[in-house]
């Protein structure tokens, strides 16, 4: 199967990373597909970026449907995930969303630590329903560039956040954020509960949606878009809005 | 003050009727400024349309970026509205959510009409925080055409439906969407409760909000962005996520 | 319009500073109407007390049916809300309730400060169905006495209040109660988010319902008693309880 | 024990027939005292009136704290149920509280019927946090007096309602409203789960309360009022809100 | 009537203790029949313990249908709660689940302490549908040996405990777990708040639902089984499923 | 990879479809074990049966601890689900909640179509904290025994479900119960939206996990029990909660 990677930051650097950890961990089978937007955030942090980043995510998408057999968001904020899966003709995975239901399947509850954003990500769990499984969000004081930087002392503050989670109940700790990524196996050793990198889940639930052959629903919501007119937009995800795949 | 009634459609006669709305209900000290985006959907509906106008209207929105002491989000679907009130420097108000918030003054619980997407309203209700003021949604059988074309017999139905959402203990009636405009002047004498109008309460909830002259939050999801780097936008949208204003 | 502004406590000055308040912040066509109860509560605190005001609230309102336009009540319990808005022909609004939809307008959650009372706001907060949209409350270890006479230190506190509020994902504060009215315009500079004040919401939220000129409803719980016989209670609140307005 | 049975209506009938069903369930050892209110709406209904009666009640209360050993609010809106905790040196509890706090115990979810007022009693629902434990409310289509003038007809219509809740899950029904006791043991035995009567469980809960000897909470919002200054009310209750039992 | 109070443990200590606990409490028409388990954990803690145990309690109470009028669980995770009604002719109640509703009729929110196992109660709470009347959940840092060896030290944890949940709101605190039993007579002089033990609370609430002589629902999933076929279980409890009592 | 899949069941033919339904879908490299408990119900319905069954469960678990990479729950209720996760050392997935997380990959509200036992499904959800993820749970009126005899017939009504399920707002429809396996390939064609079945998301989701090589949590409600002392169970499971795997 083709997976498309997707990244919602224009940084190419950033559509590399992703790419190559999904290529770390994808079934023999799996053929990563990366790309990257054409226009938009460098990297996507705020609320106002977020919105900039779902139309490039939809335009990118629909350079690639019928071309690819599943879709991964790489970005934590699963950038346009409700749009992208009423548009794609194939399953569209959030990595973020990937990981907490990866979490849920470890049971009870489970933290998350980002970099940042805790608000935008306390809205994400409620937007999944998942409120109740959510024990905490934390904020580790640190930001991508210094994890980069100094990895040691950033896993450090890292591991204490999976630890301080893991006292408030979480039996998993979801890591979301790109910058986040290998840290789950830098510090699996050290923590008291499972780390769940996006990707990694992700790619798997990617995958697992695949094998199951499901159908694009005909009715409701996350049906196809059909003649739905547009200006001004790309051809591809005009196209795809018409109904013309 | 300046209103920016800020259509999500790109179909210049929607945001005409709304401008007309809007001077309509406004005060008289309130100058009422229209705007149509330059790209997305004739018309907002799908999950993946509601997307793509998002970027459209922040891109909108950037243009009128301190010329103007409000914004109204003349959509039903509230497009934009978190990105859109962290980036501007003056209040936000959506269609919807004032319609919704001022049924909460009137107590009890409301009900909502509209000619389709109650699933995107439903989801929409849970992200306010609103589900349990929420007495039902009812689609109304009918399309926006209709309602022009024919619109006794739609008011018929929208009548109906409300009395059916007083029955259920709504003790107002959200009507949402463009294509309802103007059946609360005409269905309101017949109706048990109380219809209300986004553009209506929109209007007046950003008189409001103006009035109390509120700064601009400084910390946390809903500051001004800074120094955030984009690419391939329009170069309003890009100053002001940079934070040049 | 008409706005009676409704103390539900019966110590006078409070009455005054609430009346005083009013007029800072109301539209120019706005004549405040300020109104003390016959009996009750010095100071409403605790829940026996505001369950008594309640009745001496609906007791003052009935003598002002027919000629007002709006009530605002004024008291951070919002005592009596649901009971006055089934009674009196006019709209009728909260303070507390009033800033708190204020708050849901600027987005994100809200917290709420206070000098007391903790549970009894969060109960209030549950009934509005605003549990998702509050951060948290966050009681001062200040007494009304205080505020007066060292409003400096008292406002320290408030400050360090909300900064601790905004910490935690508040996007706004609202000032519950009459004794922190003004603190808001005192400590706005230094706040990281906006401070709302529940009589100048209040207030603005008045007009603004006036404006949209809503009827009554005919049907559902809101709807004006018709018929309700009653013993030992004031002749005009009778009346109106019999439906002779 | 001495059990203090509080109607909150001024009509005296009620009162009485309240004292009888007490007196047929009540212990051996429990002495049923019932009282009527001074003022107040001849049946409680609307929300203006269940204001004005809690008032009536806290000072029909007031008259016997220190001298009945528990208190039975006898009115299915358990008017001032918070206030009477807080005021009272005994335990207090409402009728229809207690028949949802029994339903509890039988496992699953309740149904409750009622003569009206659907949307106030789901109100207390959601007040006594039991939303998820209420699988429906059902409003017969009958009035009290029907239910006396022809209790087979309406009994039918009741009944109806029960098996219609137990098809929705109910694994119990509350009957709520002084109208529709005696309906339990009239219907239960046609019913297809428990029929549970207001007055009946709370004649049993404040025996099981009084059994407990638990004390009165010193600290937080139930703690006994304490100084708290009044003016214009009976000097039983002015008495109490200052501290002096 | 007789009660029997089932201990899920099979440490037959425990048990003479629960009964002697609930012959302390009991009103005087109520004997005590005490019984332990035939198999299972020594004391149920953990997840897949109290699964074991669910199972052995059936067992249990399945040789006592028919001659007990009511059943106490002696085991603060409430084992098997669902299950023994559905199965059991006559009312069964949880020590954890009747000190929690009677924390309901003391108004307000409710804490719980506990000596471990927090996530286990949260959820408990959780399926009550109590997590709105749940203030905070504290595990006392001790174990239950300690309790009994040193109970002056622990006793000291506990009130420390206590005073902290009322703090946060709490009107009253349930101590859930058997080595807390006596632990409420022994603080409750120096507790800001009521405190709540289950075997006292369980006791009263089996009189109380006897006292009611509520029949078995016929319908739903509290209905006793009929027709169910096993094998390999005890004679008395396949009996019962099959429907012969 | 080695997945045990594990009936609740005591009847063998289950056993041997669900193993046959699970070869069906295995990848490659899947080795499916199917087995069957030595002791409970025929067939696990009604809640007393599910808590037997979940201690055979568990001592069935038992037997393959350390034999097998993954666990399938092969029980609509996923039996003992929570003890099965603490207690083994694998990944261990409950068939239900495998396609209840699948639906919430497909984005929006899903359905859940079952033969009975609703209220149970309801509080599986809300255990899942899936409560705002579910769009409806629909009985279809027929007996396991019907679905075999005449599928026709019973497809018929269980499409018709699925096709309410859909118009309610459900994207996905989960058939709950081993009696509807294989209708999910009878009916798709002709369904709205994607049909889940419980083995074959079962499957794939127990891959998914093995895949990612999660460790065991060493802390928390979800760590390997140990040292819990246990009587009259079966070697394998007592050792097991000792700690000596």
Chains 1, 2, 3, 4, 5, 6 share one sequence.
Do not use: W
Request: glycine content about 10%.
């Amino acid at each position: 199967m083709r997976l498309l990677v997707a990244n919602a930051n224009t940084t190419e650097a950033i559509t590399h990373a992703c790419a190559e950890a999904a290529r770390a961990v994808a079934a023999p089978g799996t053929e990563i597909v990366a790309a990257t937007p054409r226009f938009g955030p460098a990297v996507v942090s705020t609320r106002a970026e977020n919105i900039v980043a779902g139309h490039a995510m939809l335009e990118l998408l629909a350079e690639h449907a019928g071309s690819v057999d599943a879709v991964l968001l790489a970005v934590s904020h699963d950038t346009a995930l409700d749009g992208a899966r009423q548009m794609m003709p194939c399953p569209v995975v959030g990595m973020t969303e990937a990981a907490c239901l990866t979490a849920c399947m470890l049971g009870g509850r489970f933290g998350l630590i980002t970099f940042g954003g805790v608000e935008q990500y306390r809205e994400l769990m409620a937007r999944y329903g998942l409120d109740s499984r959510l024990a905490d969000i934390v904020a580790v004081n640190a930001s991508p560039p210094e994890a980069v930087a100094d990895p040691d002392s950033v896993g450090t503050k890292v591991l204490a956040a999976a630890k301080a989670l893991a006292a408030e109940g979480a039996n998993a700790v979801v890591l979301a954020g790109a910058a986040l990524a290998g840290f789950d196996n830098r510090l699996q050793a050290a923590a008291p509960v499972p780390l769940l990198d996006g990707m990694a889940c992700g790619v798997r639930m990617a995958e697992m949606l695949v094998a199951l052959r499901l159908p694009k629903p005909h009715a409701g919501s996350y049906a196809a878009p059909v003649g739905r007119m547009t200006g001004g937009i790309s051809p591809a995800l005009a196209a795809l809005l018409r109904g013309n795949l």
